[in-house]
């Protein structure tokens, strides 16, 4: 150990002793990333031993159309810009049939905040995607979209908010809704939010919504986009809030609960803060490791390869992530510099990049469950329950 100020902490991860915001500052600012990494290992090891999760799904990107210009996004447009769209339902149903040819366990559908759209598409999108893939799990729309949902419904959402978004997760339910992404949170603080994404949810609301979808009893992800206009500071704020939240959900035997954390570095390229650099790789490393062992209640950390790269996943893979995500195609919502939106790997590049690794790759459903597969046919394996709960 280089660093003497990780001493006490690695005692805490050794005994299992929750770490505190201070304790959290020093693994954001030691130099000493090998031990850093190693603790975090020690932690992903615990819950996981040498497992490693992926996917097969389908991302869909159903509109970029966004009443919202968020400073970091460069995915959003406006009505009659260049590249802007919107699928028809038609469009939808052949998306879906894609994923169950390719043998999806789920599609992941996320979309700008449309300016138009009635409440009906949404509804009628899950409706559409449930008849033509019934077996495909539909995890779906972020919690700034629900509210712009509450909203377009003409949900009470001043004055009952979490009414408002009880009643569209309701629907949506009834449609096929299965799950929430864990997009939009950004970091937790009041002046990044005025400062890059002003006009989106702000923390307590997108901890409403996903209070909310936990009551009745959706699992939920939780992401943190990092490297922008936030402090360190704000990052374990970040971390600390969801942690309680966890708690919350935990304590009160909600059926549903936040099952991975997923750390998101920011890409300037093309958006509105393109000056700024973009964490660095060594950031990327520390942040994974960071979010292993703040968040002691949940049970997943995820590299997700198409922002952090398949080899950079790999070696997060050491650093407290046990999941690497899937096999997604058309990822449009970040543009990784020298590709084009379609990013797309193999179950054999996924396998072959765990193994690699040093690790054991399993192919997980949505909610963790051990997936068995014959080509494009799977089906939950058998003994297979809720994976690991942290
Ligand atoms: S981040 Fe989301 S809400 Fe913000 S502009 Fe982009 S698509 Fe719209």
Known sequence: ??????????????????LS???G????????????????????RSLHGDTAYYNVNRHMNYSNLCILSCKFCEFHRKPG????????LDDIRKQAQTAVDSGATEMHIVGGLHPKLPFSYYTDMLS?????APQVHIKAFTAVEIVHLARISKRAVRKDFAGAVRAVFEDLIEAGL?????GGAEVFDDRVHDEAFRGKIRS??????HRTAHELGLFTNATMLYGHVESLEDRIHHLCMLREEQDHAIENNFKGRFQTIIPLPFFPDGSELQHLPGPSGVDNLRMIAVARL????FPHVKAFWIMQTLPMAQVMLDHGADDIDGTVVWYDITKVEGTDTHQEVTVSDLKRAIHEAGYTPVERDTLYRHVERDGAMWKVAEDAGQAVTA
């Open 21 to 23: 915001a201070e304790d």
């Open 1 to 18: 150990m280089q660093d003497p100020a990780l001493a006490p902490i690695a005692e805490k991860v050794y005994a299992g002793t929750r």
């Open 81 to 88: 810009q260049d590249g802007a769209y919107e699928y028809s």
């Open 25 to 44: 500052m020093v693994l954001l600012q030691t130099r000493d990333l090998h031990t850093l990494g190693e603790l975090a290992n020690f932690v992903r």
């Open 294 to 297: 703040m968040l002691d209640n």
């Open 178 to 182: 299965g799950s929430m992404p864990g």
């Open 204 to 209: 307590d609301e997108w901890l409403t919504v």
């Open 128 to 132: 559409a995607i449930r008849e033509t």
